[in-house]
């Protein structure tokens, strides 16, 4: 069946470094991809998508590159800050084109030090 | 976009009793989705709930103990039956828009 792995954590980073939380998943079909972001004390926020292969999905310094050949949609950013600390999420969608139901990885949090 | 609420937004309950969640949309939508985030946990979709029809439930989930309504295009509600304290997680609504999907802020609860 459909799956996502991501990088465990906790990942701690000080302020300004590179940030790669890697992710990997295993569907059939076409499915979309996202990550999501929760914040301490608040909810599940879409932070960017990319719905078909070679889509670069990009928020907040964020990117991320649907990689169909090594089925990956790894989230990097160049340069971190303290308020970037949550908790992230990668996800793909179980329906091809739409949605649908999501599938999410495990988690990764990030703690980002001054 | 679309914005979703979620009553209660915490709760603490005694086991054996059960809790209903209610899920209010800002426009009305097809499916909603109702998800479960145990404690330190990803997130598992529990059930799709469509207007008009019977929920959906995914492996490991059924009816009896998550039963739900959807009496309109904009409301849904889950109810948490016959708790136990396996069952203290926070249950989210979500709604589906194009290649968007929305969450609610969720509701916590916590059985003793």
């Known amino acids: 069946g459909n799956s996502v792995t991501q990088m465990e954590g906790p990942v701690t980073l000080s302020e300004e470094a590179f940030l790669t939380i890697n992710c990997t998943y295993t569907?059939?079909?076409?499915?979309?991809l996202f990550w999501y972001v929760q914040y301490p004390g608040e909810g599940l926020q879409l932070l960017l998508k990319?719905?078909?292969?070679?889509d670069k999905g990009s928020n907040k310094g964020f990117e991320a590159t649907y990689r169909k050949e090594t089925t990956s949609f790894h989230l990097e950013k160049g340069s971190v800050q303290v308020s970037d600390s949550a908790v992230y999420f990668c996800a793909l969608s179980s329906i091809s084109g739409n949605t649908g139901k999501l599938i999410f990885g495990q988690g990764t949090t990030l703690q980002v030090k001054p | 976009s679309a914005v979703i609420s979620q009553k209660p937004s915490r709760d603490i309950c005694q086991r054996g009793t059960s809790l209903t969640i209610q899920c209010q949309v800002d426009s009305q939508v097809t499916m909603m989705f109702w998800y479960r985030q145990q404690p330190g946990q990803s997130l598992t979709l529990i059930a799709t709930?469509?207007?008009?029809?019977?929920?959906?439930?995914e492996s490991g989930f059924v009816i009896d103990k998550f039963p739900i309504s959807r009496p309109n295009l904009t409301f849904s509600t889950l109810t948490v039956s016959n708790m136990s304290p396996e069952d203290s997680s926070i249950y989210l609504c979500s709604v589906a828009s194009s290649f968007e999907q929305y969450f609610g802020p969720g509701t916590r609860l916590t059985v003793t």
């Open positions: 569907a059939t079909g076409y499915p979309s």
């Open positions: 709930a469509n207007q008009g029809s019977e929920a959906t439930y």
């Open positions: 990319a719905t078909k292969a070679d």
